[in-house]
């Protein structure tokens, strides 16, 4: 692994922290309904029905801020599916 790649991932994990498997599939129902073009707010009402234990909580003091991390989320998901698949050939 490169120097740069190791770098990324060393911070990335910072960013993003230790999750369980429930967060992790909570986040990455969130992900996926942005992906689907649905806004901050609805993709976390249709997550937290998903996985209602892992449900977050927001208003609009901390709203921003979610959707900076989902964002942050579904860029990192991206760059990560380039590199597997840059890796598979």
């Not at 922290?17 to 689907?36: K, Q, W, Y």
């Not at 976390?44 to 991390?69: C, F, M, R, T, V």
């Amino acid at each position: 692994m490169d120097k740069m790649m190791k770098q990324y991932l060393d911070r990335s994990k910072e960013i993003i922290g230790d999750r369980t498997a429930s967060e992790i599939a909570h986040d990455n129902a969130v992900v996926e309904f942005l992906n689907m073009g649905l806004p901050i707010e609805a993709a976390l009402a249709n997550a937290g029905q998903k996985h209602p234990g892992e449900a977050i909580k927001w208003d609009a003091s901390n709203i921003d801020g979610i959707a900076e991390h989902y964002d942050y989320l579904k860029e990192h998901e991206a760059i990560m599916r380039k590199l597997q698949a840059k890796n598979r050939n």
